[in-house]
C-alpha cells in the first residue's frame, strides 16, 4: 500500500486549550449535531462552502477505512451509522468508537497525513460529507481572505477536538472504572448512537464479554427492557 509522504502543513486553528479529560464530564462540541446544522443555517457563504464539498455513500458492512490505509479526508456523517474498531491476533474485534448523524469521523491532526490505526465500517448506510485535506489546506491558506471557509476549519477543528477528548475520556474510564460503572455512565450520559447499536457491539466498546454484559444488565433492572 502507498503512503503519501508527509508534509509540515499549517494545522486546524486551536480551539480551545488542552486539559486533562474528565471521567464523566462531556465535551461541549460546537459543531457537532444540530450546533454545526444551525451555524452552516446562519451564514449562506458557510452553507454554500459546505455544499460544494463532494458526498459520499455506503452501504451496510462497507468500509471508509481499512487499517493502514494514508488518511487524507475528514468525514461529516449525515446520516447512518459507522464504528471504529480494531482487531487483535486472533481476530477479535474492540470497538472504539461509534459515529451518526452530526458527528465528525476523523484521525490525526488535519490537514497532516497518518496512517489509520483503525477500521471504519457501516453498520447501516452511510451518507457522508468529504472535506479533503487538500481542500482544507486550501480554506487554511485563504482564511483570512473567505470568514465562511475558514469558520468550516475552526469548527471542525472543535469538532475532532471533542472526538480526541472523548477518546482520552474513554481510556480513563476502562483504566479507572469498573465495567457496571462505564455501562451506566454510558446509559447516563445517552449518546444517540446507543439505541441503534446492538448488546454485543455495546459490550465490545466496553471492554466486556457479552456474557458479563448481560449480568450488569439483570443486576441494574435491565433485562427485558
Known amino acids: 500500500?502507498?503512503?503519501?509522504?508527509?508534509?509540515?502543513?499549517?494545522?486546524?486553528?486551536?480551539?480551545?486549550?488542552?486539559?486533562?479529560?474528565?471521567?464523566?464530564?462531556?465535551?461541549?462540541?460546537?459543531?457537532?449535531?444540530?450546533?454545526?446544522?444551525?451555524?452552516?443555517?446562519?451564514?449562506?457563504?458557510?452553507?454554500?462552502?459546505?455544499?460544494?464539498?463532494?458526498?459520499?455513500?455506503?452501504?451496510?458492512?462497507q468500509y471508509l477505512l481499512h487499517l493502514g490505509d494514508d488518511?487524507?479526508?475528514?468525514?461529516?456523517v449525515a446520516s447512518g451509522l459507522a464504528r471504529a474498531y480494531v482487531s487483535d491476533g486472533r481476530g477479535q474485534e474492540r470497538n472504539t468508537a461509534f459515529f451518526t448523524a452530526g458527528d465528525w469521523i476523523g484521525l490525526g491532526v488535519p490537514p497532516q497525513l497518518v496512517v489509520s490505526s483503525v477500521q471504519v465500517q457501516a453498520l447501516q448506510a452511510l451518507q457522508l460529507v468529504r472535506l479533503s485535506y487538500a481542500q482544507l489546506r486550501q480554506w487554511?491558506?485563504?482564511?483570512?481572505?473567505?470568514?465562511?471557509?475558514?469558520?468550516?476549519?475552526?469548527m471542525l477543528a472543535d469538532?475532532?477536538?471533542?472526538?480526541?477528548?472523548?477518546?482520552?475520556?474513554?481510556?480513563?474510564?476502562?483504566?479507572?472504572?469498573?465495567?457496571?460503572?462505564r455501562y451506566q455512565h454510558l446509559l447516563a450520559e445517552a449518546p444517540p448512537w446507543l439505541p441503534m447499536?446492538?448488546?454485543?457491539?455495546?459490550?465490545?466498546?466496553?471492554?466486556?464479554?457479552?456474557?458479563?454484559?448481560?449480568?450488569?444488565?439483570?443486576?441494574?433492572?435491565?433485562i427485558g427492557k
Open 159 to 181: 469538532a475532532l477536538r471533542e472526538l480526541f477528548d472523548r477518546q482520552a475520556q474513554r481510556q480513563a474510564q476502562l483504566l479507572l472504572m469498573s465495567a457496571s460503572e
Open 197 to 222: 447499536v446492538a448488546q454485543h457491539q455495546v459490550a465490545s466498546y466496553l471492554g466486556v464479554t457479552d456474557v458479563a454484559l448481560s449480568r450488569i444488565r439483570k443486576r441494574l433492572g435491565l
Open 140 to 154: 487554511l491558506d485563504k482564511g483570512s481572505n473567505n470568514a465562511a471557509q475558514y469558520s468550516v476549519s475552526a
Open 1 to 61: 500500500m502507498h503512503h503519501a509522504s508527509i508534509q509540515k502543513v499549517s494545522v486546524l486553528p486551536a480551539s480551545r486549550e488542552l486539559t486533562p479529560p474528565s471521567l464523566t464530564q462531556a465535551y461541549a462540541c460546537l459543531a457537532c449535531g444540530p450546533s454545526f446544522e444551525q451555524a452552516l443555517a446562519a451564514s449562506p457563504e458557510m452553507s454554500q462552502a459546505f455544499a460544494e464539498l463532494p458526498r459520499l455513500k455506503l452501504a451496510q458492512g
Open 71 to 76: 488518511v487524507d479526508s475528514t468525514w461529516w
